[in-house]
């Protein structure tokens, strides 16, 4: 439903239907035909593969047809890298962080600007106003041509729409158009319209301070909804250590390790930007970062050696800058950010016999660590 009152099959709520078939031909499976009433827009999960493959791509277009007539259609003919945060209002980003699908939405946000739509009727809402039997019909088409289609047939029930979902108890009205901001105990927030895709109730808790943090949990709304730019929060923490250069901003996620969104202390209170809804609490890093051996554990360099291979991690605020010389002297090494390596490439600077390599390692939070190794060049 796209609107307050509308209804899928009697739900306030939007419902997912499998789908059958192979090739060009599909259907809705075990459903015949859906009622609806009032405003809605639909979302399909689809991709390609190639002959003989398992792999997923992409498709290139999406057209929807109501009752014989063209009402929304993209294509990825030309896609501008700027554009692509965007995606994250194309899709369904609630179902895709929960369940990792890709449903791309015909209903386009207000702050949505990718450049991939062509005919989009009602911003790719569909209404009828007679009531019956209406035929919809999509049709997908990849980059070489071949084309999928998905019927679907609906009844239309100009009925008394059923009462919707009213917003969250406690919940502000925040819009897209307009600079929104909320303050609340220990904390405040001030968020640009432009900063998410459409108007949303906002909603803002708090849980009890985990051990060995330094504020309570502060729930930023959830992290199913998705923010396109940065907005900025100022937090107080209900502990301050007397080292407040340390204190760091980290969001909660729902598996694995903190990560961090940084911060700045200021006027007694961590102040950060963030790009993302969800639980968030003040951390201390005073923990140095690591710098380990990859290939020189021995210090031995045999003739046929051609790197120099060092690793280097921080468990919490991130690597801030390195430095890295030989004998004294700078020495440039290539960072690869992905598998979090140090490189240098042999020459002559390395000399035969005994050297002295180090790489100094400083973490966001100023914390340092000196790694010294002796290399003996054979």
């Not at 996620?253 to 903190?258: I, V």
């Not at 710098?291 to 280097?312: C, H, L, P, Y």
Request: glycine share 6%; no cysteine; aromatic share 10%.
């Amino acid at each position: 439903p796209a609107s307050s009152g509308g209804s899928i099959d009697g739900n306030t709520e939007a419902k997912v239907y499998q789908v059958d078939g192979w090739g060009e031909q599909h259907r809705i499976k075990d459903y015949d035909t859906i009622h609806v009433s009032g405003d809605f827009s639909l979302g399909i999960n689809t991709w390609d593969k190639l002959n003989d493959a398992s792999n997923k791509n992409g498709v290139y277009r999406i057209e929807l047809y109501a009752d014989s007539t063209l009402v929304y259609s993209h294509d990825l003919e030309k896609f501008d890298f700027a554009e692509s945060r965007y995606i994250n209002s194309l899709i369904d980003y609630h179902d895709y962080v929960d369940k990792k699908r890709r449903y791309q939405r015909t209903e386009i946000d207000p702050n949505n600007k990718l450049s991939i739509y062509h005919k989009v009727v009602n911003e790719g809402v569909l209404h009828f106003d007679k009531s019956g039997i209406h035929y919809l019909e999509y049709v997908v088409t990849d980059f070489e041509g071949n084309v999928s289609r998905l019927p679907i047939v609906l009844m239309n029930h100009n009925a008394k729409l059923l009462i919707g979902e009213l917003p969250p108890e406690g919940s502000v009205h925040f819009l897209h158009n307009m600079k929104n901001k909320f303050q609340a105990e220990h904390f405040e927030m001030s968020l640009s319209g432009t900063a998410i895709y459409r108007d949303m109730w906002f909603e803002y808790d708090t849980l009890s301070m985990p051990v060995g943090t330094y504020s309570r949990i502060h729930r930023i709304h959830n992290d199913r909804t998705p923010v396109h730019k940065y907005y900025d929060v100022k937090i107080v923490p209900d502990s301050i250590p007397d080292d407040t250069s340390k204190l760091l901003l980290a969001r909660i996620p729902d598996k694995g390790d903190y990560i961090s969104y940084g911060g700045t202390w200021d006027d007694g209170a961590l102040k950060s930007s963030l790009r993302s809804f969800g639980d968030f609490v003040v951390l201390i890093d005073t923990i140095p970062p690591e710098v380990n051996s990859v290939n020189i554990a021995s210090g031995t360099i045999k003739s046929d050696r051609k790197t120099v291979k060092v690793k280097i991690e921080d468990n919490l605020s991130g690597i801030k800058k390195f430095k890295a010389t030989l004998n004294g002297s700078w020495l440039l090494m290539e960072y690869d950010a992905k598998n979090s390596l140090l490189t240098y490439t042999i020459d002559e600077r390395l000399k035969k016999g005994p050297n002295i390599f180090t790489v100094e390692l400083t973490d966001q939070r100023d914390n340092t660590t000196i790694f010294k190794k002796t290399l003996v060049r054979e």
